[in-house]
Structures are given as C-alpha cells and as structure tokens.
C-alpha cells in the first residue's frame, strides 16, 4: 500500500514514492530518529540549502567534534524546512573501505533524504 506524502504547512504534494523509502531499522550515521529517510525524491518540489554543522562531542580532552555537510530540504510551494540532505546513505562502491576495515567517509556514498515526520502529512492511498 502506498502513501501520499505532503508538507504539513502548506499540503503541497511532494511526490515522494514509498517504493524509495529505506527500512526504518536501517543505520546511518546522523540518526533518522522521529524522520523518514528516501533514497531518491523529486527535486523539482524543494529548494535546497547548504549547511555546515560542526556537533560538539567529547569523548577526550582531543576530541573537537563532527564536522557534517548537510543541506536543508525546503517546500517549494511555502518554503517550510521539511528535512535535511546527508551524504551518509549506501556506498556507491563494493569496496571494503580504507585498510580493509569497512566502509569510512573516503568511500562516496549515496545521498539520503531525512523527512521529519513532524513536517509531513502522510495519508494511505486507498
């Protein structure tokens, strides 16, 4: 069964396909607590944004921190910030990874769209 994914603002469609959406146990880096992550989306229903986010995280006296690219995903009909682009999706590449120990951030991933499910309206398809 599919859903109609819209922006909880304005109710705009914005064509995203159950069929791309990545299974909710599936791992990333940057979390999908409370969100919705697609593999793939119709970009000409957003405006994006670039962002750099540096999170505070000490383990150590040495450790600064993550530094993370992410880009804000906008309705393009009301401008309402519905989620955020991360590049921490599937590997685009089988290849095991630096020194053979998994996939690290030298491996080009795939890019992975994040939905708060607090900005989408979602409706069944009957």
């Known amino acids: 069964m599919a859903s109609i994914y819209s922006c909880k603002e304005c109710g ?3 064509n995203l396909h159950t069929i791309h959406l990545f299974p909710p146990d599936y791992y990333f880096e940057a979390g999908n607590k409370g969100s919705l992550s697609f593999a793939m989306i119709d970009s000409s229903k957003f405006n994006f944004q670039k962002e750099n986010k540096f999170v505070p995280f000490f383990e150590t006296v040495n450790y600064w921190g993550i530094h993370r690219n992410r880009t804000k995903l906008k309705c393009k009909s009301c401008g309402f910030r519905v989620g955020y682009v991360y590049d921490d999706g599937p590997p685009m590449t089988d290849h095991p990874g630096q020194f053979h120990m998994g996939p690290s951030q030298v491996i080009p991933r795939a890019p992975r769209y994040r939905f708060k499910t607090k900005a989408l ?4 398809e009957t």
């Open 12 to 14: 705009a469609d914005l």
């Open 121 to 124: 309206k979602i409706t069944s």
